[in-house]
């Protein structure tokens, strides 16, 4: 036979599987299964172009394939959600075709495949989201590894040294997107008693997991729930109404709320647009441990109190929303999404994924400020290994 299939990423309830084709007629089977959403066949499709369709047994599941031929050999790597039904559909519909499935093993790996290659192949088995698992994909298939050798390439016919510092900048930036593509981001949920905290996590959320009650003071411990916003990873935590009180359970409560904000990658403080602005309102905006965060100006389905601009003249980015009715939703989920990840790499991009690489990165920065240029390669050489 010549065509196998074999899905990569392990078995159970992943948010992502990837399902991978070679050999000769690898393009053709693929084809016959793959129904685009817009253009034309596979085969024709640039190699490392995302092509969006449906594939499977029936109605199938929503799938991006995408062409990575290798060495002149054809692959075709189909990703589709998790669930075991929806990667089996895939997988029945490829041996429908004339695919031969067999067990995934290193050797699926391209040729030339090194340490991070290998790495990412693990880590890609663990992606949460697409987003995490399309840059992961891109590691499998070689992009860091190419990047370092381009990098590397002896001066003359390679880079000059300030463009090797500038390429070594770069990929260092990616990695600190890189370096949380499994573990996620922390997005924290602030503010003083009553404004709709919970409700608002209840609907980034998309169920009701947290309490939700017209008493000030209900959620008093950290409530979290991991989920995908804009594609990529994030762990949300509800947190105690932040006010002055006596009571030493909910003092405990408003202790980690604080602490939480602190360490969070982004705080979203919530005030209620429905009343004027309290004095732990302006507490909370004034507070110096949330650097980096968004004002939250929620219950907009009932009449304001207060304008936007009120929190704007402090030079603070405010978004109106109501956590009841849905309204500014989607807008808030795009913000989050771009104060987390501002700049997104591109697709196929090499972008260092494990904290390792960072470090290895680093050492090879200072060798190259230091003017030593053989220590600069033998730092980098160390990553892509053998
Ligand atoms: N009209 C309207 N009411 C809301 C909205 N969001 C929350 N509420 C109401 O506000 C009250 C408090 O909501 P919660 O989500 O429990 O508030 P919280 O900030 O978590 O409160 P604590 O946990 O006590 O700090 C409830 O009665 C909610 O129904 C909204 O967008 N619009
Ligand atoms: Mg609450």
Excluded: Y
């Excluded at 290998?118 to 070689?142: F, K, Y």
């Excluded at 997005?187 to 008493?215: C, E, M, Q, Y």
Aim: aromatic share 2%; charged share 25%; glycine share 12%.
């Amino acid at each position: 036979m010549e065509v196998q299939v074999a899905v990569l990423t392990g078995s159970g309830r992943g948010a992502v599987a990837v399902v991978r084709v070679w050999g000769r007629d690898a393009g053709t089977v693929a084809d016959a299964v793959f129904r685009p959403v817009r253009g034309g066949s596979l085969l024709e499709s640039p190699v490392g172009r995302l092509r969006l369709g449906r594939a499977g047994v029936g109605r199938g599941d929503e799938v991006v394939a995408v062409r990575l031929d290798e060495g002149g050999e054809p692959v075709v790597e189909l990703q589709c959600h998790g669930g075991v039904a929806a990667v089996e559909s895939v997988v029945q519909a490829l041996v429908e075709a004339g695919a031969r499935r067999v067990e995934p093993a290193v050797d699926l790996l391209p040729r030339g495949a090194g340490r991070i290659e290998a790495e990412a192949m693990a880590d890609l088995v663990r992606a949460p989201t697409v987003c995490s698992a399309e840059i992961l994909l891109d590691q499998a298939n070689g992009a860091l590894r190419r990047e370092l050798e381009e990098i590397l390439r002896p001066p003359g016919g390679g880079l000059e040294v300030w463009d090797r510092r500038a390429a070594l900048a770069t990929l260092a930036a990616r990695g600190a997107v890189g370096t949380r593509l499994l573990s996620g981001w922390k997005v924290v949920i602030a503010g003083r008693p009553n404004v709709g905290k919970s409700r608002l996590f209840n609907a980034l959320a998309g169920f009701d997991r947290s309490i939700v009650h017209p008493t000030p003071g209900v959620t008093r411990d950290v409530v979290a729930f991991r989920t995908a916003i804009s594609g990529w990873p994030v762990e949300l935590r509800d947190t105690a109404g932040q006010r002055e009180t006596d009571d030493p359970i909910e003092g405990q409560g408003i202790d980690r709320a604080r602490r939480e904000s602190g360490t969070a990658d982004l705080v979203l403080l919530v005030l209620d647009r429905s009343e004027p602005l309290a004095p732990a309102d302006r507490r909370l905006l004034a507070a110096p441990t949330m650097s980096r965060r968004l004002v939250v100006a929620n219950k907009c389905d009932v009449p304001a109190a207060w304008p936007l601009r009120e929190v704007e003249e402090t030079g603070l980015c405010v978004l109106a929303v109501s956590a009841e009715t849905g309204e500014g939703l989607v807008p808030l989920i795009a913000a989050i999404g771009d104060r987390l990840v501002p700049d997104p790499p591109a697709p196929g991009a090499g972008v260092p994924f494990r904290p390792e690489h960072l470090e290895i990165l680093a050492r090879a920065r200072e060798k190259l400020e230091a003017g030593d240029g053989g220590g600069f390669e033998r730092s980098l050489t160390e990553l892509p290994g053998e």
